[in-house]
């Protein structure tokens, strides 16, 4: 079985200060982790996926994660936060090598408010 | 516009009624995922078609159900609705495993 933990449901930020939002993950088998954004009455955006290249993942937006397997985290950065981050952001992990064909299990989500 | 329609996007409904909510999933892909978010259950996964037939299911009740048709559209069927079925409904495809893309949602309101 698969789970995440997202530490921190909100987390606020200044603009321009660092955001880090915690996430970590129990998986059986290598996993495949995601973060998405959730813009206020939106569907999920993908901001970046870790699917075993590089460690350190690039999305878009400016954001970025870093895959630590002995921490068995995927926490996800930005250097300087823009009234436009205020969101709420999604941990996934995904077994996409076992049984699970593909789908994904959330975290409860990071609620980010970025203030002026 | 992600590419993935789902229909429709508000739906107001009484208890002990039947919905249907409909997905159309990105030209090409494959799987169709069902999830459903509510603020005390979060995103949970729901069910699962690849190419039209049944993959995966998670934490669907027995009074939900789906369907992907040939032209690899999906509906999934709520029946005997509860309050506690309020929610907002999400539809995602994927070529046939990683690269989820997702709908807007279907957000249901039973009164």
């Known amino acids: 079985a698969q789970s995440v933990t997202q530490l921190g449901s909100h987390v606020s930020v200044s603009e321009g200060a660092l955001v880090l939002l915690r996430c970590n993950y129990s998986?059986?088998?290598?996993?495949?982790l995601f973060w998405y954004v959730q813009y206020p009455n939106q569907g999920l955006q993908l901001l970046l996926k870790?699917?075993?290249?590089?460690?350190l993942v690039k999305g878009i937006n400016g954001f970025e994660a870093e895959f630590k397997k002995s921490e068995t985290s995927f926490h996800l950065t930005k250097p300087s936060a823009h009234m436009s981050d205020a969101a709420e952001y999604f941990c996934?992990?995904?077994?996409?090598?076992?049984?699970?064909?593909?789908?994904?299990?959330f975290g409860q989500g990071t609620i980010l408010t970025v203030h002026p | 516009d992600s590419g993935v329609t789902q229909t429709p996007k508000h739906l107001i409904t009484a208890t002990g009624q039947r919905v249907t909510l409909r997905c159309s999933p990105r030209?090409?892909?494959?799987?169709v995922y069902w999830y459903q978010q509510s603020l005390d259950q979060g995103l949970q996964f729901l069910i699962q078609?690849?190419?039209?037939?049944?993959?995966a299911k998670g934490n669907i009740l027995e009074r939900f159900s789906a369907q992907q048709f040939p032209d690899l559209h999906s509906e999934l069927n709520l029946s005997s609705l509860e309050l506690g079925d309020s929610a907002l409904y999400f539809c995602?495809?994927?070529?046939?495993?990683?690269?989820?893309?997702f709908g807007s949602g279907t957000r249901l309101t039973v009164v």
């Open positions: 995602a495809s994927s070529p046939g495993g990683l690269g989820y893309t």
């Open positions: 998986s059986s088998v290598p996993p495949y």
């Open positions: 870790y699917t075993s290249a590089a460690t």
């Open positions: 996934a992990v995904s077994d996409a090598g076992g049984t699970s064909y593909g789908k994904l299990t």
């Open positions: 030209s090409g892909d494959l799987s």
């Open positions: 078609y690849y190419n039209g037939e049944e993959r």
